[in-house]
């Protein structure tokens, strides 16, 4: 029998650890273009202007991608 140990430790090192908890500072719900549920999870200014990293559900697909500020607002139409 091998033993085999990644990186990250054995299988039985990984399933015993606590899962990782998202800063809830960085996290926020808000709504893009004020109808469309979505998470912020980073934000960075660009030519002056803010972005903010944004996931959402569409179709059943996971989307990730960085938006316009101008599109995210914390209050639904």
């Not at 926020?28 to 273009?33: A, E, S």
């Not at 980073?42 to 030519?47: G, L």
Request: a positive charge; zero cysteines.
């Amino acid at each position: 029998m091998t033993m085999k140990r990644s990186d990250f430790g054995s299988l039985s090192d990984r399933l015993g650890r606590a899962p990782r908890v998202l800063d809830g500072q960085r996290v926020r719900h808000v709504w893009l273009d004020s109808t469309v549920p979505a998470l912020v999870v980073d934000r960075r200014k660009t030519a002056g202007r803010w972005e903010g990293k944004v996931v959402r559900v569409e179709d059943g697909e996971l989307l990730v991608g960085w938006v316009s500020g101008d599109r995210i607002s914390t209050i639904e139409l």
